[in-house]
């Protein structure tokens, strides 16, 4: 926001995943978050409502491209096919930042407020998506499901992304998340 | 739990039911609970820890019903089949109380606070099933995908089911969500 503090934004997300991870999320100020940033806590809440805020601001950003994909996904294609564009879109966009996700799910995964969160945001990305299906033309209870398959899929071949040991890439692992799905419904 | 109070539990949970939704689920206290259902406070406090258990206190059951029939499915039976004698297991259990569960939907929708605990209960449901599918040998992902599966098609039939104009039975709307849900799955 000022040409003074560059990457200000960044260095308080990274500054703060540092201090949740070493002394917790709750004993954890936004005081200390801005000093290990360099920053001042003005600055803190020029980017960020409060401390919780840091971890969640990609969540909006996510479910939009998500929603675009599918919505601009062929005519043609069938609900599960335009939410496997808005999967490969989203997976694309964690290339290269795993270590980040798996700190910051970490974090998460030890707080219940924070778990809580990530439920009401993922119910959000859910009806979203159910509402974009809706726009083509899926008629319920089809579209209703469809989204949270799409959520369910992402969720769970994000999780199995962070826990590989391996190079994979996300979008490999959700595709395969994807395929399971299919196999799963389909009896297997 | 007293002789001296007859069906005390249920009337508890009629009277706050009564309540949260003539006044609002924010503004009804215990006190007023306990006196539209004839009783004390204390009496209340025996049933339950607090005003928002009287809405949740059956999830526990529901839950415990769900995965005692996907455990008890046939050994052979796919993932899928498995969840789907939960769910029939779980949709008995509604007949005759739509009246009931359509009340509580439209408290438990009209607060935030309430909506969030939904979802928690619904992720509890999740992980006890997907739980109960990796006893059954069922590897991941496709144990977590077909919970999470189970869990979006007992919630969307249940829905449908509150929002039906006609007599159709729990059961039957929640098969129609599982074939909705195998269809969209197949690409249709």
Redesign the interface.
């Known amino acids: 926001m000022s040409r003074w503090e560059p990457n200000a934004r960044g260095r308080l997300a990274d500054a703060a995943l540092e201090l949740y991870r070493e002394r917790g999320y709750e004993q954890t100020t936004v005081a200390e978050i801005a000093k290990r940033a360099g920053l001042t806590e003005r600055t803190f809440f020029r980017h960020y409502a409060d401390k919780r805020e840091v971890l969640f601001s990609g969540a909006g950003e996510l479910q939009e491209l998500f929603v675009r994909a599918v919505a601009d996904a062929p005519e043609s294609a069938?609900?599960?096919?335009a939410l496997a564009r808005g999967l490969d879109a989203v997976s694309e966009t964690f290339a290269g930042r795993r270590a980040y996700a798996r700190a910051r799910h970490a974090v998460i995964t030890a707080n219940a407020e924070l778990r809580?969160r990530e439920?009401?945001k993922l119910?959000s990305l859910s009806a979203a998506l159910a509402d974009t299906l809706r726009r083509r033309g899926v008629t319920?209870?089809?579209a209703?499901?469809?989204a949270?398959?799409g959520v369910?899929?992402f969720?769970?071949?994000f999780e199995?992304w962070l826990a590989d040991d391996g190079e994979r890439d996300m979008t490999e692992s959700v595709r395969?998340?994807l395929s399971?799905?299919?196999?799963?419904?389909?009896?297997?």
Do not use: Y
């Open positions: 069938a609900p599960i096919d809580e439920l009401i119910a319920e209870p089809a209703g499901l469809a949270e398959a369910a899929v969720r769970i071949g199995r395969e998340a399971a799905f299919r196999a799963v419904a389909a009896g297997e």
